[in-house]
């Protein structure tokens, strides 16, 4: 008989935490309902476009036909990864991806943080905010212009070699030279981002106590010293986060700019995975192969930024969850 009281007591309890929680819902539903709606379409865009195609996915695993549809595609299981794997084209495009990630993590990466904290030792506020304005506007700017104005000014009667030519130095034909390809992705990428990408280490910077500036200028501490046991101690946790998500995106390179800049010539070192997915895909018309390459291309993405979040948490108390 006692058995059958607790049972019926911790059936008791389990419902009305179940109420309990449900009524809550509902009392935080109606009290912030206008929030809900707000968040509603950013809620619905994710659903719509980002998990909704997950079903697609298998025809990484069919003969995809699109007269048959996905349902109706033959199940072929691995063969369009084991097909990627031993192409003469895994070693090139993996390689490429990753190598101009690198440089735009060695290169372009600091160099936002380097221009945050030197528009903050800026303390004329009318050149603060030129220079402010200055770099933001290649941000805004068509990547198709970005690339158009690099065409014009690297061609062989271009502006560049035109300077080289009154050097002395012989005329290069920079899109048609292999080696240039990723000095000119990432260096073009560093001048449009830049300014924008500082804007988010400027709001970090804005949130450091003041007083201890103040603690260090008394103690006799210089600009320097202050930057380097102050500033960038500070916005560290901020550095960290966007540096995890930088890591994770290594195997995405954005195929617009590359597809715009390369040529056959320039494959050896710029041909991306996504713009081999692009080819394939697109122009080819071979969807389950590039659906298996696209989703090699997440795992490797998502287990990029399980690693380097679980470093993070292990030499230092920043980390993104």
């Excluded at 419902?15 to 809900?36: F, G, H």
């Excluded at 003969?63 to 990627?84: C, K, L």
Aim: proline share 3%.
């Amino acid at each position: 008989m006692s058995v059958t009281q607790t049972e019926l007591a911790v059936r008791k309890t389990a419902v009305e935490k179940k109420d309990s929680a449900w009524r809550t819902i509902r009392k935080d539903l109606k009290a912030n309902k206008l929030i809900y709606l707000m968040v509603l379409p950013v809620v619905a865009y994710y659903i719509i476009f980002h998990y909704g195609p997950m079903y697609g996915l298998q025809i990484a695993f069919k003969d995809f036909s699109p007269g048959q549809g996905i349902a109706g595609s033959s199940w072929i299981g691995f063969r369009h990864f084991q097909e990627f794997f031993s192409s003469y084209y895994f070693g090139r495009l993996v390689c490429n991806t990753i190598l101009i990630n690198i440089y735009e993590l060695l290169f372009g990466f600091p160099a936002a943080v380097l221009m945050a904290l030197l528009l903050n030792e800026i303390r004329s506020t009318l050149f603060k905010r030129s220079v402010q304005t200055i770099s933001y506007l290649p941000h805004f700017i068509s990547i198709v212009v970005v690339v158009g104005m690099m065409v014009d000014f690297l061609a062989r009667d271009g502006l560049i070699n035109q300077v080289l030519g009154l050097l002395g130095l012989d005329s290069i034909a920079f899109f048609r030279e292999p080696g240039w390809f990723r000095f000119l992705y990432v260096s073009s990428g560093i001048w449009q981002g830049v300014g924008w990408g500082s804007i988010i280490y400027l709001a970090a910077i804005s949130n450091i106590d003041p007083t201890l500036y103040e603690a260090a200028k008394i103690d006799g501490a210089g600009r320097l010293k202050q930057v380097m046991h102050i500033t960038i101690p500070g916005i560290m946790p901020t550095i960290v986060i966007l540096l995890i998500l930088n890591v994770g995106s290594m195997m995405s390179v954005g195929s617009e700019k590359v597809l715009l800049m390369y040529n056959p010539q320039t494959y050896e070192t710029g041909d991306v995975i996504s713009t081999f997915v692009y080819r394939k895909g697109i122009l080819e018309a071979n969807y389950g192969y590039t659906a298996a390459v696209g989703l090699f291309n997440s795992i490797i993405s998502f287990a990029l930024i399980i690693i380097s979040n679980t470093v993070s948490k292990r030499v230092s108390d920043n980390k993104l969850w």
